[in-house]
């Protein structure tokens, strides 16, 4: 069995739980943006069963991604005949484009997990999907084995190691409630609660409006599923602040951050502590257990 990816610590450490080598991939972009993933060990994949695991970087492109993912599960499948593929997607692209918000819009989630599927992709294993409007990750695929695990596990882990004051758990809007409960409850937090946030479809301006609970004195953990531009997280932030928090700590599974991103959070921010879903030095939190977890089973 092979982990195909770059040898870096998340696959190092994959590998090592679930007893399997590295076939390193060599990330090739050419200057016009073109890609070539390249196998650099090809040897012993003809007929081995393969995990595909490659991370997005942080302010990276998401269809450059895509593209390396899709191309290195085509060549595994076509070119090197390897067994059963299991590709790792820690951060799944266009998981917010779940639904047509606006006539004429694409509906890019289903179409990722098609492209993964015609790739030749047995099962495909994520991060805390961003699931809103589907219920399951497995509603997305048609024929591949689909499977969702909690990047919030980790971050617990490390948050368990802080000493919270009379903490309280806060999602920046409405649809993150589920994150605000999941944190929660793996915190042992009794309280939890959600902000209100809209956004505006044509421009991404972002209203966010506070919801009343007592946080003076408190510390409070804003739970999210992503960062992108920073502008959720930054409210949520200014929003606790203006609320009397004693300590503020944006705790977020992708770290999808956008130029400028970590510095408007910082600023306002007394710790981040995000997952290493994608390729980010600053992430503290690991996933790598949750997903060696699912590996096993589906194998
Ligand atoms: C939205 O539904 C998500 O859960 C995140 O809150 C959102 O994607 C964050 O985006 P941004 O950082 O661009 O505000």
Known sequence: MHVVGPADD????????????IAEVERRVFPDGEICPRIVETSGLNGSN?????????????????????????????EL?????????PYFPYARQDEIFRPGE????????E??????????ISVTVHLHRIKSFSDI?????AVNVSGFSGIARVLKNRELKDPVVIAPDGEGI??????????????YGAFKKERDLNTGEIRTQLVEMDLRGRDVLIADDIVSTGGTMVNALAGVRKMGARRAIAAFVHPVLAPGAIDRILALADEVISSDTIEWPGSKATAVREVADAVKELL
């Open 106 to 113: 694409p509906l890019s989630s289903r179409y990722v997990a």
């Open 81 to 89: 005949k390897a067994g059963k593929i299991i590709a790792v997607i």
């Open 178 to 191: 589920a994150w605000a409960k999941e944190l929660a409850d793996l915190m042992g937090i009794k309280e």
């Open 141 to 145: 695929f048609s024929r591949a084995k």
């Open 115 to 124: 492209m993964l599927e015609e790739a030749g992709a047995d099962a495909v």
């Open 50 to 78: 393969v995990i595909l695991s490659m991370r997005m970087k942080s302010g990276g492109n998401p269809n450059t991604y895509l593209s390396e993912v899709l191309f290195t599960i085509r060549n595994l499948r076509e």
């Open 10 to 21: 998340f696959n190092r450490s994959l590998s090592e739980i679930i007893g399997a080598k």
